[in-house]
């Protein structure tokens, strides 16, 4: 079975740093786009960041350039999102994501998988 598990989340204060952790299996890694997104509460599902298991790209959404890196373990098959600076405007729940390929990795409507998210309070 396809699994995409997330870890890592938590509550931090403004100007904290925390580290996700995406664990995938069940499928060819090195196939898919791992990407992360996040959903505040009343918002849409944003994408903020994906990374090419086949080659390393690395792709951002321009609110979270320069905050924060994603990176991966390919002989882990796992996938880390490193947020900096972190603000209370950052509280969401986070998402794991893969996507077949690369193009899409931000669009949320060309997902292949999701996990089930983590949730990041960032406290004022």
């Known amino acids: 079975d396809v699994q995409l598990v997330e870890s890592g989340g938590g509550l931090v204060q403004a100007g904290g740093s925390l580290r996700l952790s995406c664990a995938a299996s069940?499928?060819?890694?090195?196939?898919?786009?791992i990407g992360w997104f996040r959903q505040a509460p009343g918002k849409e599902r944003e994408g903020l960041s994906c990374?090419?298991?086949?080659?390393?790209?690395?792709y951002y959404a321009d609110s979270v350039k320069g905050q924060f890196t994603i990176s991966s373990n390919n002989a882990k098959n796992t996938v880390y999102l490193q947020m900096n600076s972190l603000k209370p405007e950052d509280t969401a729940v986070y998402y794991c994501?893969?996507?077949?390929?690369?193009?899409?990795?931000?669009?949320?409507?060309?997902?292949?998988?999701w996990g089930q998210g983590v949730l990041v309070t960032v406290s004022s």
């Open positions: 990374i090419s298991s086949e080659d390393g790209s690395t």
């Open positions: 069940g499928f060819t890694f090195d196939d898919y786009a």
């Open positions: 994501a893969a996507t077949y390929g690369t193009s899409w990795c931000l669009n949320k409507d060309a997902i292949n998988y």
